[in-house]
């Protein structure tokens, strides 16, 4: 059941990335929880698809693979050079660990500083998830990231 999921999150992740050339893709990295590879592919001016693929906490050699969709509000948090957005979403994560699964629902809240004369952002997110598999309950994960636009 784990080689069927991480498949078919994969191969999501793929179509994402061919799709997003023409859009603006970043890949990048995040640091805390988790900590590993971050990407972004906006789909329209203020609406984006945002995944990592990274290693988690939840114990030795536990792997993460998450994704969200992302709205960005850019008039909240007015800067003078490049642009501040509030982004907020829903989206999914699952972790596989000591021969177990864990699966659950991200709601990221964030801000994102999109420098105005290079093709790249700084982040910072906290991100309320509710676990669904194996057991119902509550995590807070968060993490600071910066990515690289390829246009």
Do not use: C
Not at 63 to 81: K, R
Not at 124 to 140: A, C, I, K, Q, R
Request: hydrophobic share 50%.
């Amino acid at each position: 059941m784990k080689k069927i999921i991480s498949v078919i999150f994969l191969l999501f992740i793929i179509n994402i990335q061919v799709e997003a050339q023409s859009k603006g893709f970043g890949l990048g990295i995040i640091v805390g929880e988790p900590t590993g590879l971050s990407g972004k592919m906006w789909t329209g001016s203020t609406n984006a698809f945002d995944f990592a693929a990274a290693w988690s906490f939840k114990g030795p050699g536990a792997m993460l693979a998450q994704a969200d969709y992302v709205w960005h509000s850019f008039d909240l948090i007015p800067v003078t050079v490049g642009k501040l957005p509030l982004y907020y979403g829903i989206g999914g994560r699952v972790i596989f660990y000591d021969d177990d699964m864990a699966l659950g629902v991200r709601i990221p809240v964030g801000l994102n500083y999109i420098f105005a004369s290079a093709p790249i952002d700084i982040f910072l997110e906290v991100v309320p998830v509710m676990n669904l598999v194996p057991s119902t309950d509550f995590d807070v994960n968060g993490g600071l990231g910066i990515r690289f636009f390829f246009n």
